[in-house]
């Protein structure tokens, strides 16, 4: 199955000529890279084929990759790379564009300077000499070639800093399992020389320290501000603890620590996040995830549970009532020979579920269903594909997903029914129409999504039509139309709305972009056919690519003026900081200058210690501190609201908020309580007056405020809001995509490309958003250009009406609830709905532990945005992943969805933007490959990288090749924080990589890469085993306890037999060993079928 088709030539240009229309330079070694979007194209036409250019020197160094006319213009994107006199990689520049056909660049590095010098891209220049130094830049130290630290691009950066050195006595505390009381106790401390300190002081002077033991493994993390972290591993190196920085003022486990149990085979079978109880894991025969169950759940008396196929694909997922122990789960489920459930098409479950554990669920029990391959399950009558903008579709995708149910969780009215989806397949396996049942908007009510692509092979989205049919009678569509340029960056969007008598066909974004490719323009709301429009926004950014300016414009009388405008700096002193931001400031309608604005101060851990205001703005939070763990424990508000408040807590859940202001807005005066339940879920909320309770998911069922009725919502068991019922201020809202319609099922709001579309008696009404550069909803502004709201933000998000004339709370929700981070304001709560959780704003807390608090440990789990919101927004925890076939993350979204999805061909998120739809298309038509927290197949695009580095390692010497293989080195993919690699490893779950059928972890993959590599650089395997084990000398491991602690199996020579040797001289322990001989076997299995 391929979305693009992708052709590679290698070739040494010294030993023959290969004469093309693009201009390749002969005198170099390059490889050259096609990818086709449509069938039977010239290879010529950069509309139509991708070619990419890598030039390498005699030993397969990458010397320059040139993306042949990919910049707007139509010219060469121009990447050199450059090395130092001993090989290092010391630079690494950004691209530039220069007129050619894919030739070589020969004096590249001077051009690069050149080109940013002149500043044709138009970023952000206050003085001639900011845009210098067009690179990063990495010190080494000259003995052992480690980082010491590093400068991002442009004059105006600051160096950050890495210093290695020796723990000292009693400077870190040791903690240590103990395997058979399955407890952690401090054990004394580290004797001084036992341990690698890594400091490191990034370009804000922000100090963070970690301790590493000799096995590599980070046992301590420790910055001033909020004191130490530590990471508590068994003799096998399984991390069985982290314990938060205030365990060190209260050793409470309950209260401060991560807790991880194990079974015999690795598998963590139970763990425990601070303040949110336990979750217990029970595995099959086949290394499968089969039941589990949290905190609430063991309250009721229940297990969820998972069942696959014969493939180990999920297809059914449920809730089973059971008093069993997780011991007893285990002993029921390893008694049951079968692997699988089979496909029963005559039954709604659509399998059987009496194969697998828990052989008594019933149909009853379960909460979702998926099909995969075919078409062969019951479907809703009138389901069958439409020809909207194809003819047929693919009757058989092995491998995609093709429909499914999902169960309408118990909650408030019509509940506990099946939604039916259907997605149906061209021939190229892209997803060419959806179909989903509708909740509450009639019996038979669904939607349709049809799209079109613009080319035969590639993803990218020409047309989409949504049709919502509520019933014969009844439906509404949407019509978005898409144009692009030859790159297929967007250049327009065309959209058509239709609801019953009313049509509106409006152009509702025009984009432009500098020579890099990044925006630089938007023209917003095209009163005519797309060639005039009521708003321009104009972006710029630094040479970081952080947007520093947004400036909105408009052409009353064909004399621009000025509409709206903000300012972000990012300076300390006369240099950038670390990312976080120095200052915002803004100006409204007809103003010249800012008239308001926000200057801000940090502690030693990047946390917001206050605001100022300038430019004569008095909304401002300021006198903001925190304990150990990043929970506020002061806060004060000045202006539109009044705070003085000071937080208490037990553990990291907060237990009462004490105002001494004297003012009810913010905050209301005196003393508000807080409780939660067993999974961290705020129960109480004592300044709302407010008591929640939950669904399974721990998603909001009911929030009674006071007296009145209680609001209620309606999710489905995927985590997808339906529904959401306020009687007391009379507000119903039914959510379908990106349509909601009221209590009696009229469409009132959809979203739209840049705003959305409202219906009023009269007609259809576009609406504009502008945003800040988090995302912050500022001004919403009507066809005409008018102002129908204005909202500032206090630092944590609580909205500050500034609308003229003045606006009730009911009349702005009537024209916009969604402001920060553009999440909906609840009406009546006053919470923000991030999909996951809710947030406080006016507290800066979430109500509920985040989902993915592990990623993040040494913080608190209901801590928003690293508490620096002006640097950070926070995600949902729940999070989709997209990378493209190298493995570089693109971009992740709080969208409740959980897989990874492969988009061929992708440089960034824009590439595949378009065609993202939270509610509708969390994949963006990439193509799944797994799930966080289970597996991930990686055939792909591991084999991609072995393809890429092998060629890249051939004759490299092994002081080159350890330079790359070493932590922290380009070859180490597991600490890459922008690989899939990288991003599992920090989450440390369950996650399993699968290539060519084998489970892998992070940490294996990289041994197996280093296997492969080193065999494609002509080291003999022995070498390769000894090097691992001089890596672990180096990192400080002694001689005397590698002997001590394992042997190793060296393999044996033409003239001599495998021997059984101590550890060292020879390397890793006997798992990292494994994945280094099977990575060496890879590559002769491999090198001997070419």
């Known amino acids: 199955m391929n979305h693009f088709h992708k052709s590679i030539i290698m070739l040494l240009g010294f030993l023959a000529p290969f004469i093309v229309r693009s201009q390749q330079t002969n005198s170099q070694n ?74 070589y660049h020969a004096n590249a590095p001077t051009a690069v300077g050149n080109w940013y010098t002149t500043n044709s891209a138009g970023l952000q220049k206050f003085a001639a000499t900011d845009l210098d130094r067009p690179f990063t830049e990495t010190y080494f130290e000259q003995s052992l070639n480690r980082p010491t630290g590093g400068r991002a691009p442009g004059n105006r950066s600051a160096s950050s800093s890495t210093q290695y050195s020796a723990n000292t006595a009693n400077e870190v505390k040791r903690y240590d399992y103990n ?159 079968n692997h699988h459930e089979t496909r029963n098409n005559a ?33 809703p009558a009138g389901w069958a594909f439409a020809a909207t903008y194809y003819p047929g579709f693919n009757g058989k995708v092995k491998g995609q997903r093709t429909g499914g149910r999902v169960r309408m969780l118990p909650g408030n009215g019509a509940v506990g029914g099946w939604l039916s989806t259907v997605t149906y397949y061209d021939a190229e396996y892209r997803p060419i129409q959806f179909l989903r049942q509708l909740h509450d908007l009639g019996a038979t009510a669904y939607e349709r999504v049809s799209i079109k692509y613009k080319f035969d092979l590639a993803t990218v989205v020409e047309e989409q039509k949504t049709e919502q049919v509520l019933s014969v009678a009844v439906t509404h569509t ?37 020579d890099l490719g990044q925006l630089q323009s938007k023209w ?24 520093t300016d947004a400036k909105t414009v408009y052409k009353p009388a064909g004399v621009e003026v000025r509409f709206y405008a903000t300012h972000v700096s990012y300076r300390n002193s006369a240099n950038y900081s670390n990312g976080s931001v120095d200052s915002l400031a803004w100006r409204g309608k007809d103003e010249i200058a800012f008239s308001a604005g926000l200057k801000f101060t940090y502690d030693g851990a990047s946390r917001l210690a206050g605001s100022t205001g300038i430019f004569g703005n008095t909304n401002i939070e300021s006198g903001i501190t925190y304990d150990k763990n990043g929970n506020i424990t002061t806060l004060a508000r000045s202006g539109v609201a009044v705070d003085n408040l000071t937080y208490t807590y037990l553990g990291n859940r907060l237990s009462a908020v004490g105002d001494a202001s004297g003012n009810n807005t913010g905050v209301k005066s005196g003393n508000s309580n807080y409780l939660y339940d067993a999974d961290g879920n705020m129960l109480t909320d004592g300044n709302r007056g407010a008591t929640l309770t939950y669904n399974y998911l721990n998603l909001p069922k009911t929030v009674t405020v006071g007296a009145n009725p209680a609001f209620t919502y309606d999710y489905d068991a995927s985590g997808a809001k339906h529904k959401y019922v306020n009687t007391t201020d009379a507000f119903t809202a039914k959510y379908a995509g990106i349509v909601e319609y009221d209590g009696t099922n009229v469409f009132k709001r959809g979203a739209t490309s840049e705003g959305q579309v409202i219906l009023t008696p009269d007609s259809l009404t576009f609406n504009y958003y502008i945003k800040d550069y988090l995302g912050n909803v500022r001004i919403v502004f009507n066809e005409k250009g008018e102002i129908l709201q ?89 999070l989709s992943v997209h990378v493209n076939e190298e493995g570089t993350v693109l971009g992740n979204y709080n969208d409740g969805d959980q897989g990874v999805y492969l988009h061929e061909g992708a440089k960034s998120s824009r590439d595949y933007k378009k065609d993202y739809d939270k509610k509708t298309n969390t994949s963006a038509n990439g193509e799944k490959l797994g799930e966080l927290g289970s597996g991930i197949n990686v055939d792909k695009i591991y084999s991609n990288i072995l393809e890429e580095n092998s060629s890249e390692a051939e004759g490299m010497g092994l002081v080159e090749y350890y330079n790359k293989v070493k932590n922290g080195a380009e070859w180490d993919y597991k600490n890459r924080a922008n690989t899939i690699f990288g991003l599992v490893n920090r989450l440390g779950d369950n996650t399993k990589f699968v290539f060519e059928g084998n489970k892998m972890e992070a940490q294996d993959i990289g041994n197996h890469h280093y296997g492969v590599l080193g065999r494609a650089a002509g080291f003999n395997e022995r070498l390769l085993l000894e090097q691992a084990g001089v890596a672990q000398i180096r990192g400080g491991t002694s001689m005397a306890e590698w002997q001590n602690y394992k042997w190793i199996t060296v393999p044996g020579s033409a003239v001599s037999m495998p021997s059984l040797v101590p550890l060292p001289p020879y390397g890793d322990d006997p798992r990292d060993q494994r994945f280094i001989k099977n990575g060496f076997n890879y590559f002769n299995r491999h090198n001997r079928e070419r």
Not at 524 to 547: C, E, P, V
């Open 30 to 103: 390059y490889i050259i890279s096609k990818i086709y979007k449509q069938a039977g194209a010239n290879e010529n036409d950069v509309s139509q084929v991708v070619t990419q250019v890598r030039y390498i020197d005699g030993l397969g160094r990458p010397l320059q990759n040139v993306g042949v006319k990919q910049s707007p213009t139509g010219n060469d994107l121009v990447q050199p790379v450059e090395y130092d006199n001993i090989g290092r990689k010391a630079k690494d520049y950004l691209p530039y564009v220069a007129a050619g056909n894919g030739a």
């Open 179 to 337: 395997v058979g009381a399955n407890t952690i106790a401090q054990n004394g401390t580290y004797g001084a020389g036992t341990l690698t300190k890594v400091q490191d002081t990034d370009e804000q002077g922000v100090v963070t320290s970690q301790y590493l033991d000799k096995a590599g493994q980070m046992v301590c993390k420790h910055d001033p501000a909020t004191g130490y972290t530590y990471y508590v591993f068994d003799n096998l190196g399984l991390l069985r603890g982290v314990l938060q920085p205030k365990f060190q003022d209260d050793a409470n486990f309950g209260h401060y620590a991560f807790l991880y149990d194990y079974d015999s085979r690795n598998r963590i079978v139970r763990k425990q996040t601070p303040g949110a109880g336990a979750v217990e894991i029970v595995y099959d025969k086949f290394d499968r995830p089969a039941l589990s169950r949290d905190a609430n759940q063991l309250a009721r008396n229940m297990w969820g549970f998972t069942k696959y196929d014969s493939l180990n694909r999920p297809i059914a997922t449920g809730e089973i009532a059971s008093t069993d122990t997780r011991v007893q789960w285990v002993t029921t489920v390893n008694a049951i020979a």
């Open 347 to 379: 039954v709604t479950a659509g399998y059987s579920l009496n194969q697998t554990a828990p052989t008594g669920a019933n149909e009853v029990n379960l909460l979702t269903i998926t099909f995969y391959d075919d078409y062969a399950f019951s479907k």
């Open 478 to 514: 949407h019509l978005a139309t898409y144009s692009y340029d030859h790159a297929d960056r967007m250049l327009s969007v065309k959209e058509k709305i239709i609801t019953g008598t009313k049509t509106k066909e409006v152009y509702t974004v025009a984009h432009r972009y500098n």
């Open 524 to 547: 917003l709301h095209s009163y005519n056919t797309g060639t005039k429009y009521r708003r321009r926004i104009d972006y710029t950014n630094n040479i970081r690519g952080w947007q």
């Open 790 to 878: 204005n909202t500032e933000y206090y630092p944590f998000g609580l909205a500050i009406p500034k609308d003229t004339p003045t606006q009730t709370p009911a009349a702005r929700n009537l024209v916009n609830r969604y402001l920060y981070n553009e999440k909906e304001l609840q009406v009546g709560s006053g919470y923000l709905d991030y999909g996951a959780r809710m947030y406080m704003p006016e507290l800066g807390r979430w109500n509920a532990v985040d989902p993915l608090s592990e990623v993040s440990s040494r913080w608190s789990p209901y801590a928003y945005g690293n508490n620096n919101p002006f640097r950070f927004i926070d995600p949902d925890g729940m």
